[in-house]
């Protein structure tokens, strides 16, 4: 596809030249590396989801029949409502590997409201073979449910459009379904209409798909591909990249690669990543403007979904994230620089993060019940509520930087007594409660499990001013204690059956279960200069903490 211009994109290309012998040659070992890493799904796999598809888009149509019975359609009508499924994310993009879950819009008719996706369609879920950890979470951003079918993981979104019912052959182009609308169907349903319009404005869909599995490996792995904590999800990263296909539409993936770093590190943030030039249209929906809406002007690295209404797939950015996020970008180009002369490897690029050797302190926040299916909830309540912590931490003065990490970490504990209870509810599961197993507590009548899940945010401090004395002061009792009033006003908390804990600890107290078998004797890496966000840019470079032992007094969470 190409425009009237005769390219893609907001402006012309930079270089419409095939790629060098040396560019196709670190394109080929690049191929290489990616099935070595195992980034394509088998075969088995492959079918597996499609029958998984097929059962779920089934699904859809029993949801809405029987949803339309209860509000009074007959048999025929109730069968004619009809209900459809549209795929998006990587799945869609055909980026998608082993494990990955199946982004799924279900496209429901005018009288099919969100309560009966998240009360009867949820229920049906849980009742349907071979699904597991299903798990619905209303209040977010993009109303979502969670799940598992047949080992596949799969997130479940809900568009309800303006038709009493929705066709088989129904198409999301265009734009006159988003008449309406409420803001959150809109949103559902941009994801399928990105998806489609990014492969729409790229110049060559198999270049682009390459350069993308390779550029979403290499985030996964150095852990900042993750929306919900401030850095970039999938759709971002795909915008990223079909931008700079568009800038080198005849270029190798290898080329594409080494490119996206130079430019993504270079980028003259907050001017925004555009595919298309941004549509106003006739329908009373909010389109992205920072000229317009203060909150729009507040985005620090907007990055621009190419279908209408346009939005920014990056609002979640803070401070703290930007700047970890432009280290990573210069990091990666420097690495790449270096496969295109032949001093590294593909493999040095998807090394893995040093988050957890990267500080001397960090903030542990533990989610915690005694329900399986509750834990899922309340972990992904305290989750989405984690980029507030870190921008109240971003106003602490001594504080340069809060590094949210992108996972939260599981744990099922077998206690014996309340006391043990609270240790596991603060985050100190002991080796012992650690080692238990379930033989261990039959019969013992006030054994309980704890179900708790476990987030980190890396603190990185200023060093102590040179001439000063006595122990420096790093005081987050405020933004811990307005991050917990925050999570507790969750509309479902319960203090009896909830527990929501934050602490500071040392590196030297993190826990064994972050590190990998061989970490723990992983040295800190050098200092480095240390820059400062005092101008209200990003630094280029994240500073590690200083290898001097200094004294702090940390006022604790109240």
């Known amino acids: 596809m190409t425009t009237e211009k005769g390219y893609l994109g907001v402006t012309p290309p930079i270089s419409t030249a095939e790629s060098s012998e040396r560019e196709k040659e670190v394109t080929a070992t690049l191929m290489e590396e990616l099935r070595r890493q195992g980034t394509f799904e088998s075969v088995e796999e492959a079918r597996t989801r499609e029958m998984v598809l097929g059962r779920v888009a089934a699904l859809v149509k029993k949801f809405v029949y029987q949803v339309s019975l209860k509000h009074g359609l007959s048999e025929a009508a109730a069968s004619a409502a009809g209900g459809k499924i549209f795929t998006f994310g990587s799945y869609r993009l055909g980026v998608h590997g082993p494990g990955s879950d199946i982004d799924t819009l279900c496209v429901v008719p005018k009288h099919v409201s969100r309560e009966d996706f998240f009360e009867v369609f ?149 001017q925004p990543v555009l595919l298309k030039q941004i549509e106003e249209g006739p329908l009373p929906v909010r389109v992205w403007n920072p000229k317009l809406y203060p909150a729009d002007r507040a985005h620090r690295m907007p990055i621009i979904t190419p279908a209408y209404p346009a939005m920014c797939a990056t609002h979640n950015v803070t401070a703290s994230t930007q700047m970890i996020l432009t280290e990573e970008f210069k990091k990666g180009a420097d690495i790449v620089d270096k496969i295109i002369v032949g001093t590294a490897t593909w493999a040095d690029l998807f090394a893995k993060h040093d988050f957890f050797h990267k500080y001397r302190y960090y903030l542990q926040i533990v989610a915690s019940t005694e329900d399986p299916d509750l834990q899922i909830k309340w972990a992904g309540t305290v989750e989405s509520r984690l980029r507030q912590l870190v921008m109240k931490l971003e106003f602490v003065d001594t504080l340069i930087c809060a590094h949210p990490f992108i996972k939260g970490f599981d744990q099922i504990s077998l ?27 039959e019969g013992i009548p006030d054994s309980k499990t704890v179900y708790s899940t476990t987030f980190f945010i890396g603190l990185l401090i200023q060093p102590k001013p040179s001439g000063s004395s006595g122990p420096r002061k790093l005081d987050i009792s405020y933004p811990t204690t307005e991050f917990v009033k925050l999570v507790k006003m969750w509309e479902k908390y319960d203090e009896d059956t909830m527990g929501i804990y934050v602490r500071y600890m040392k590196s030297s107290g993190l826990p064994e279960y972050v590190f990998d078998a061989t970490e723990r004797q992983q040295k800190r890496p050098p200092k480095r200069p240390l820059t400062s966000r005092a101008s209200g840019r990003p630094s280029n470079e994240l500073p590690d903490m200083p290898n001097k032992r200094r004294r702090f007094v940390l006022c604790p969470p109240a």
């Not at 088989?168 to 209409?193: A, K, T």
């Not at 603060?426 to 261990?440: D, F, L, P, V, W």
């Open 122 to 270: 949820e229920d049906l879920l849980r009742n349907m073979e071979g699904v597991a950890e299903v798990s619905g979470v209303p209040e977010a951003y993009v109303p979502i449910i969670k799940t598992k079918i047949c080992g596949i993981p799969l997130d479940f979104l809900m568009a309800r459009l303006a038709l009493s019912s929705i066709p088989d052959d129904l198409s999301l182009q265009d734009d006159n379904l988003l008449r309406n609308l409420d803001e959150r169907c809109v949103r559902s349903l941009n994801g399928s209409r990105v998806n489609d319009e990014i492969l729409r404005l790229v110049p060559n869909a198999e270049v682009y798909r390459d350069s993308l599995r390779c550029i979403k490996l290499w985030a996964q792995r150095r852990a900042i591909y993750s929306n919900v904590n401030g850095f970039f999800g999938g759709v971002a990263w795909a915008i990223l990249v079909a931008r700079i296909c568009q800038l080198y539409p005849n270029a190798t993936a290898g080329a594409i690669v080494s490119r996206f770093f130079i430019i993504m590190y270079q980028w003259t943030w907050p």
């Open 415 to 441: 206690c014996l007594s309340q006391e043990e209870m609270h240790q596991v509810a603060e985050g100190q599961i002991s080796e012992t409660i650690a080692k238990r197993n379930r033989a261990n507590i």
